[in-house]
């Protein structure tokens, strides 16, 4: 899994995961807690970028949405985006593309990211 850090122009720090292959019950666990590390020690800012992902099953959209609760308990952001056709359709069956805010291009993701609180 790739990890990179993103300054955004006024200063925001953005992590953007890039998992690969499958995200499912064994790889969710461990991509779990590699959100909730990022949350809690480098950014409140997550991007996950499910480009490289070609498989999603339930254990892995459960890591999303608990790295998109710990993002918002902190006041942070989660975006996904880049997501797979084959991964897409998941989204779309279990209408979690309505609860994520997702987005066609990492570039996208990262624009819209919130501002520092002042």
Aim: one cysteine or more.
């Amino acid at each position: 899994m790739e990890q990179r850090t993103h300054e955004t122009e006024d200063g925001t720090t953005v992590i953007v995961l890039t998992p690969t292959g499958r995200l499912d019950i064994t790889t969710a666990w461990q991509f779990r807690l590699k959100l909730q590390e990022c949350i809690s020690k480098l950014s409140r800012h997550v991007v996950v970028n499910l480009g490289q992902v070609n498989f999603i099953d339930s254990s892995g959209l459960t890591s999303l949405v608990a790295g998109m609760r710990d993002a918002e308990k902190v006041k942070g952001s989660f975006r996904i985006c880049n997501v797979h056709p084959e991964a897409k359709l998941v989204f779309e069956v279990t209408m979690m593309d309505s609860v994520f805010e997702i987005f066609d291009t990492e570039n996208d993701a990262l624009e819209g990211v919130p501002r520092v609180a002042g």
